[in-house]
């Protein structure tokens, strides 16, 4: 098992077994991919000498064993390993993951496009090219630093480029409005009410997830779908806020909730509450692939983010660790489901070695109120 921290903030995982097969995965926690590779490594200890194939048993085990469970790093480390031995699985059968699974349901999936970076600008323009390039929805971040109580005129910078966007873009493209948790529950009231007469694909984190209770009614009262999940980790942290009924679309990521096999119970999970699944991928090939296997065979998956020209990557980008690029070619707005084996991908391992020298140190930035006080990011 060995761990490559890739530019521009990816750690990918190699799991070679004694027949020869090779199975990727990406087990990262953006700006903790250090943590996750030790996590990783410790985790080995069991793995080595295992039989690849019993994932379910190897998933069980490297969950429950260690009596301290849960959290971004454990269960990033084991989504990484589990997309691996899917790879690994796939690869001995000859067969993509979603045909393990079950079959797929459908044949491509919408994907949409980030514009604006942290801080929105140029936001028109952006919509502009990214509907020219073939999606038929975007996200943009909404707020930058809010305070719990903050001046009218923050919120009408978010209106005001939520509304120059609807103008770009017309009434029919999506637009996903991302509040990244930046927002605490007075202004999130505000904002919800000021957005609504965009007509938003969704909001994404209106507040913090353990804020959400405390904000529960007006999520569901909400007239804009509410969407979250990227910082919950599996399908513990995921049964309170599918039960409350505030949550119309929740987005693991394949990368940090424990992988396709704990995804695939997630959005069952949600399945039974008539709750949609979007995950989150703003990372690589690898956690990509993983995702477009689970929205491949979850029938309430309805569309899956990306990261090719997202402002996060900036000396590498998507589509150069993979042999042949054209498996994620976008098309109308999707991209097809991979048939190839395993995650349906071939990982340019002597490109991966080359980029793995310069490596990455990641971190988010650190942003302050102007009284000093920490914001969110």
């Given at each position: ?9 990816w750690?990918?995982?190699?799991i ?6 090779v ?5 990262v926690?953006?700006g903790?991919a250090?943590?996750?590779?030790a996590?990783v490594?410790e985790?080995?200890d069991?793995?080595?000498g295992?039989?690849?194939r019993?994932i ?5 085990v490297l969950?429950?064993?260690g009596?301290?469970?849960?959290g ?5 480390a ?16 000859g067969?993509?993951?979603?045909d ?5 349901v ?5 994907v ?6 942290d ?13 020219e390039r ?8 909404g ?7 903050d001046?009218?005129d ?22 996903g ?9 007075p202004?999130?009231r ?8 965009y007509?938003?694909?969704f909001?994404?984190?209106p507040v ?5 209770d ?6 569901r ?14 399908r513990w942290d ?6 409350s ?6 987005q693991?990521d394949?990368?940090?909730a424990g992988g ?12 039974a509450y ?11 090939p690898v956690?990509?692939a993983?995702?477009?296997q689970?929205?491949?065979?979850a ?11 997202i402002?996060?990557n ?6 150069d660790?993979?042999?042949d690029p ?6 109308d707005?999707s ?5 190839g ?8 391992e002597d ?8 490596g ?14 920490f914001a969110?990011?």
């Amino acid at each position: 098992m060995t761990t490559f921290a890739l530019p521009p903030r990816w750690l990918f995982l190699k799991i070679e077994t004694d027949e020869g097969i090779v199975g990727w995965g990406e087990p990262v926690l953006e700006g903790r991919a250090a943590s996750v590779a030790a996590a990783v490594e410790e985790l080995s200890d069991y793995l080595i000498g295992q039989d690849p194939r019993r994932i379910e048993e190897h998933w069980t085990v490297l969950y429950r064993s260690g009596f301290y469970r849960g959290g971004g790093i454990h269960m990033s480390a084991l989504a990484g390993i589990d997309q691996a031995l899917w790879d690994i699985k796939g690869k001995a059968l000859g067969v993509p993951v979603h045909d393990l699974l079950g079959g797929r349901v459908r044949d491509r999936i919408k994907v949409y496009s980030w514009i604006g970076g942290d801080r929105p600008a140029e936001l028109a323009a952006q919509a502009k090219d990214a509907v020219e390039r073939g999606f038929s929805a975007i996200k943009m971040n909404g707020p930058e630093e809010l305070q719990y109580l903050d001046s009218r005129d923050k919120v009408e910078k978010v209106v005001a480029n939520v509304a120059a966007v609807r103008e770009a873009v017309g009434p029919d493209i999506g637009i996903g409005v991302d509040f990244h948790g930046r927002v605490h529950r007075p202004m999130a009231r505000v904002l919800l009410d000021a957005l609504a007469p965009y007509h938003l694909m969704f909001v994404e984190e209106p507040v913090l997830s353990e804020h959400v209770d405390g904000i529960a009614d007006v999520l569901r009262n909400s007239a804009t779908p509410i969407a979250l999940g990227e910082r919950l980790y599996s399908r513990w942290d995921f049964k309170d806020v599918i039960t409350s009924g505030v949550v119309d679309i929740i987005q693991p990521d394949l990368s940090h909730a424990g992988g396709i096999t704990e995804v695939r119970k997630i959005a069952a999970m949600a399945e039974a509450y008539d709750i949609a699944v979007a995950p989150h991928c703003p990372l690589g090939p690898v956690a990509l692939a993983a995702c477009l296997q689970l929205d491949a065979v979850a029938y309430n998956a309805v569309i899956q983010e990306q990261s090719l020209g997202i402002h996060y990557n900036t000396s590498n980008d998507l589509l150069d660790y993979i042999v042949d690029p054209t498996v994620f070619a976008y098309d109308d707005g999707s991209v097809a489901i991979p048939l190839g084996p395993g995650l349906g991908i071939e990982v340019n391992e002597d490109y991966v070695r080359e980029r793995a020298v310069e490596g990455h140190r990641w971190r988010n930035p650190v942003w302050r109120h102007d009284d000093g006080s920490f914001a969110e990011w």
